[in-house]
């Protein structure tokens, strides 16, 4: 399983991003798919997941702002972040959990940046 993600860049307080992560690979071994992100000098943090059977979570400092999309036919994952806010500034990343092991792949991490 490969992950290539894409979207970041630089919006103001308020604005819109959409984050999106193609996928390839074994693409049937995998259950959930997810957004974490990471600010330097703290760990990577959950922001949302989806099973394959539809089920979403969400960290609680993005509920009503973030909404993640999964679409198994073009095999990609989206992130679609409204009402972005200062203290959302970090490195996106996307990832995939396969049904057995478990095992977890993660794309590179894009970059996101919020002006005040």
């Known amino acids: 399983v490969q992950l290539q993600a894409s979207g970041g860049g630089l919006v103001q307080a308020g604005g819109s991003l959409r984050l999106s992560c193609a996928v390839s690979g074994l693409i049937l071994s995998i259950n959930i798919m997810g957004w974490y992100r990471q600010v330097p000098g703290k760990e990577r943090e959950l922001v949302a997941i989806q099973t394959r059977g539809g089920i979403t979570n969400y960290a609680q400092s993005v509920k009503g702002r973030f909404t993640i999309s999964r679409d198994t036919v073009k095999n990609t994952v989206s992130l679609q972040m409204d009402s972005l806010k200062p203290e959302d500034t970090a490195v996106y990343y996307c990832?995939?959990?396969?049904?057995?092991?478990?095992?977890?792949?993660w794309g590179q991490g894009t970059q996101v940046t919020v002006s005040s």
């Open positions: 990832s995939a959990t396969t049904y057995t092991g478990p095992r977890t792949v």
